[in-house]
């Protein structure tokens, strides 16, 4: 496996109904939002772990995410694919519960069949409460990765700690990506996710990622992929059907573990708000963020080389392939 380590630095003092018991207690956590959700949520899971050193950590995600907390050793990961691994772990009783979901349900509004049973449960505001339950509003002018830090708040948490965090890489899932695309080349490469899940609105035009890409091979050498889910081939075709040079069309064929080697062998990642853009901010890739109707203050991207773009007006139509070039160029020459 390989690593890229990070640092985050907070300050908590523990507070005494938290402190050990002469046994082991158990905390869990669930995540079971998106990809750009989860990569948000990691340096609050990474100080959870350091600052909880006396429990047992189970972290919940969606089915095909565990390659992306391969770093916090601590937590025992559990994918939502998984039935009866999701039903011992929410048959157990555990001290602490949080609950990192940001819509209006609580875990006992989907699980099924077990009994969820708990000392603490913190979450974000939902129209009804639980028992023993902290509610932590949820605000549009504080970033996402704060706000999960946030939640330690809520716990009475103060003092000073210094939480480590890595990316690792499986070892296989890099020998995949190899097999897909070249990563030794000493060209720079360039990788664009024009995809935005269902929500079109969060999509810069095909037409204008493609007019990029022709003024960036024009103005140096480079080497263009473009990276996505299943689901968002039409997007990638579009694209590649206007270049007048080669383009490596991965849209459909990258498992999480092997998207994150390309994006760490990545020169400069172009997206829509999604996934693959916070997922490049986090493991350090040159990232640029191109923002329509979405929160840029909320959904920032992690990572010092992490740039973000907003529309005028919200409308990613306004939002010229010039603009983008200007800030891409920048960003790759740095």
Same mark, same amino acid.
């Given at each position: 496996m390989s690593k890229v380590g990070n640092s985050l630095k907070m300050t908590f003092d523990p507070c005494n109904d938290l402190k050990p018991r002469g046994r082991d207690k158990s905390l869990l956590v669930v995540h079971c939002e998106g990809l750009g959700d989860n990569v948000l949520a990691i340096p609050f899971l990474s100080l959870l772990a350091a600052t909880l050193p006396d429990h047992r950590c189970h972290l919940v995600v969606g089915t095909g995410r565990r390659d992306i907390f391969l770093g916090l050793e601590r937590f025992q990961v559990i994918e939502t694919g998984e039935p009866s691994a999701l039903t011992a772990v929410f048959s157990q009783y555990h001290d602490l519960i949080f609950d990192l979901g940001t819509g209006t349900e609580h875990i006992i509004d989907w699980i099924r069949g077990v009994e969820l049973q708990y000392g603490h449960y913190v979450g974000f505001d939902k129209p009804e409460s639980l028992p023993r339950e902290s509610q932590v509003p949820l605000r549009a002018d504080i970033p996402m990765w704060k706000q999960f830090i946030g939640m330690l708040a809520a716990m009475g948490q103060r003092g000073e700690i210094q939480a480590e965090y890595a990316v690792v890489v499986r070892e #296989?899932?890099? !020998?995949?990506? !190899?097999?897909?695309?070249?990563? &030794?080349? $000493?060209?720079?490469?360039?990788?664009? #996710? $024009?995809?935005?899940?269902?929500?079109? @609105?969060? @999509?810069?035009? $095909? &037409?204008?990622?493609? &007019?990029?890409? @022709?003024?960036?091979?024009?103005? !140096?050498?480079? @080497?263009?992929?473009?990276?996505?889910?299943?689901?968002? &081939?039409?997007?990638?075709?579009?694209?590649? #059907?206007?270049?007048?040079?080669?383009?490596?069309?991965?849209?459909?064929?990258t498992p999480l573990g092997a998207l994150m080697h390309i994006v760490q062998h990545t020169s400069l990642l172009i997206a829509n708000d999604n996934g693959v853009m916070h997922l490049a901010g986090w493991m350090g890739t040159p990232t640029l963020g191109l923002f329509g109707c979405t929160n840029p203050v909320l959904w920032h991207p992690l990572g010092a080389k992490s740039v973000v773009l907003q529309a005028a007006r919200g409308d990613l139509l306004q939002l010229r392939p010039a603009q983008v070039l200007e800030v891409a160029l920048s960003l790759l020459n740095a």
């Open positions: #296989a899932s890099g !020998q995949y990506a !190899q097999l897909l695309i070249d990563l &030794e080349s $000493p060209v720079p490469l360039i990788c664009c #996710a $024009p995809g935005s899940g269902k929500d079109k @609105r969060k @999509r810069w035009p $095909p &037409e204008h990622f493609a &007019e990029l890409l @022709r003024r960036l091979n024009a103005a !140096q050498t480079c @080497r263009f992929a473009l990276l996505g889910k299943t689901g968002e &081939e039409g997007l990638a075709e579009a694209i590649a #059907a206007e270049l007048p040079c080669a383009v490596d069309n991965l849209v459909g064929l």
